[in-house]
């Protein structure tokens, strides 16, 4: 059974750098083809796609956030790590982390997700 | 203009039938591209449903029901996701979603209203 669950502050002051933890089971970022992807959602607003890296530490980022962005993983503690600069208010958001495969691509297994608020 | 455009809302009523539009940018051809659709309900994450290209290439997903299908019309430049014998619990948000340029892009999502 594939489980991910995010984790991380709450709330971060303006200009803070985010960190937020994904710890996932039932799969191994070690076996070919396996992904690992972090996607937000503004409150009432759409999701949008942030980065995602693959088990051969492809890193694939989105083009508007990627100065921002820095994906990691743990693949001792089955851990992806995704870190982003320079907090703003509108980067408040429920942000989700969630299980791809490399060729078929769906982002099949989701986190709860967890909100951040970006206040000072 | 948005990459993928999805009309923010649709309402239906129950045992009909729904067809949610997933507009391409018209500088891309969605004939190239899978089509990956995913459902919300309030509170929860998304949950996925399928992926269409073409009637050769389709991959429903784990669990979902086969009234749920994905088609395209090439002269729209679009996706669909077919929903039909509509129920109160497929009222829910609706994302389409490609990989473009080796970046996902998700559309900006349609409310279903079944009522």
């Known amino acids: ?120 | 203009q948005a990459v993928l455009t999805q009309p923010s809302s649709l309402s239906a009523s129950p045992g009909a039938s729904a067809s949610l539009t997933c507009t391409l940018h018209s500088d891309i051809n969605v004939g190239t591209y899978s089509i990956y659709w995913y459902q919300q309900k309030p509170g929860s994450p998304p949950q996925y449903l399928l992926r269409y290209k073409a009637d050769s290439d389709k991959q429903q997903g784990s669990g979902v029901p086969s009234r749920f299908s994905g088609s395209k019309d090439a002269s729209a430049n679009a996706g669909i996701l077919l929903i039909s014998g509509l129920q109160s619990e497929d009222e829910a948000d609706y994302y389409c979603m490609i990989w473009h340029s080796s970046a996902c892009v998700f559309g900006g999502g349609t409310k279903l209203t079944v009522l």
């Open chain 1, 1 to 120: 059974q594939i489980t991910l669950k995010e984790s991380g502050p709450t709330l971060v002051k303006p200009t803070q750098t985010l960190t937020l933890t994904c710890t996932f089971s039932g799969f191994s970022l070690t076996t070919s083809g396996v992904g690992v992807g972090w996607i937000r959602q503004p409150p009432g607003k759409a999701l949008e796609w942030l980065a995602l890296i693959y088990w051969n530490d492809d890193r694939r980022y989105s083009p508007s956030l990627k100065s921002r962005l820095t994906i990691t993983k743990d693949t001792s503690k089955n851990q992806v790590v995704l870190t982003i600069t320079n907090m703003d208010p509108i980067d408040t958001a429920t942000y989700y982390c969630a299980h791809t495969l490399l060729y078929s691509d769906e982002l099949g297994y989701w986190g709860q997700g967890t909100l951040v608020t970006v206040s000072s």
